[in-house]
């Protein structure tokens, strides 16, 4: 007998007396890891002469394939035998009281993003996301804004460079400004997710959620742009009318450019939105601005379109009565339980879940 012969049998003998797992896969590693003998065998491969090399590397294979085959057959023995050891010791009381069980809740804001991604699905807009961390160009310039506007000053924007090139995105915007430089018109997208701004009140936190809309097409126009947002108004909040106005503002992305206004009214010391003698800011909106379309390679004289910008987590404290910003980020449970919604609810129609 040779001793690679000797030491199969040896191994065959080890694997055979194992009395458990953990010796089991001990065996395992020095057999067969990376380390072990049947490797530690074949790298002896290359010192030999070529007459001897098929003869050695047959001798290996098959020594193997035997250990391979009684470790499967002592394995598998070992591993039924703890199994049925297991169920021995480890039979369930079924007249104990169940553990109890915790079902987590879906956050108001998360809800929101998926109520109004679907409203606008229905109507051909896909989702586009982009980075938090944004360039100057693409949060800024690209968008027309000047060197000297206010929002580029430090204290409303988080600057990640002393050179003021990388910041922490100020709104979503930055994605359509993405999407139309990656691709060809027409675009009819929204871009729902996180923004930050160096502000902190009841009515605003350093970082917010915003969703911005953007449809660039042949012959896009201003009632384009009003037909869309009092459709979206109207299934958000659920009502059949809706008392809406364009007040005129300025955005440096839009031209013309506008706030749009919903009427509401108090009853029962609560915001009924739809109609009233009170006006309530909701979004800003406005027809895209030449000087963006051509920073993103767009042809203006084919091509013209609008945007929107809304304020998720705005519209989260309008819809379900929350009264501070501030409470969406505390990691308060007790809040989230009130103001989550149950995953496991049956929903009451196809666009969200059930309270």
Request: proline share 5%; charged share 30%.
């Amino acid at each position: 007998m040779s001793d690679f012969e000797k030491l199969i049998n040896d191994f065959k003998q080890k694997i055979i007396e194992a009395k458990n797992s953990e010796e089991i896969e001990n065996i395992s590693s020095e057999i067969f890891g990376k380390k072990g003998f049947i490797n530690s065998e074949f790298s002896k491969i290359g010192i030999l002469s070529p007459e001897d090399k098929k003869k050695f590397a047959s001798q290996i294979n098959n020594g193997k394939q035997e250990l391979a085959k009684v470790f499967s057959q002592v394995s598998s023995k070992i591993k039924n035998k703890e199994l049925n050891e297991n169920i021995e010791k480890e039979k369930i009381d079924v007249t104990l009281p169940e553990k109890e069980f915790k079902i987590g809740k879906i956050h108001p804001v998360s809800q929101v993003i998926d109520e109004i991604s679907s409203i606008f699905s229905e109507i051909g807009f896909s989702v586009e996301e982009g980075p938090d961390v944004e360039s100057d160009y693409n949060n800024f310039t690209a968008l027309n804004t000047p060197e000297n506007h206010p929002a580029k000053d430090m204290h409303d924007t988080f600057y990640l460079d002393n050179d003021m090139k990388t910041l922490l995105r100020t709104h979503t915007s930055p994605v359509q400004v993405r999407t139309m430089l990656k691709g060809k018109p027409p675009f009819k997208i929204i871009a729902p997710g996180r923004t930050y701004r160096s502000d902190s009140d009841q009515t605003h936190t350093p970082m917010f959620h915003q969703l911005e809309g953007l449809h660039i097409d042949k012959n896009i126009n201003m009632g384009h742009l009003k037909g869309c947002l009092n459709y979206f108004i109207k299934e958000f909040f659920e009502i059949e009318k809706i008392q809406m106005r364009f007040r005129p503002s300025h955005f440096p992305f839009t031209e013309p450019s506008a706030e749009v206004d919903i009427g509401y009214k108090i009853e029962n010391n609560k915001i009924v939105i739809g109609e009233g003698d009170k006006w309530l800011e909701i979004l800003g909106c406005g027809m895209v601005h030449p000087n963006v379309l051509k920073n993103c390679k767009i042809d203006t004289k084919k091509f013209q379109g609008f945007a929107f910008g809304i304020g998720i987590d705005r519209l989260a404290m309008l819809k379900y009565g929350i009264n501070d910003l501030r409470s969406f980020f505390e990691t308060d449970y007790r809040w989230l339980n009130h103001y989550g919604f149950d995953p496991l609810d049956v929903p009451t129609n196809y666009r969200g879940l059930s309270k």
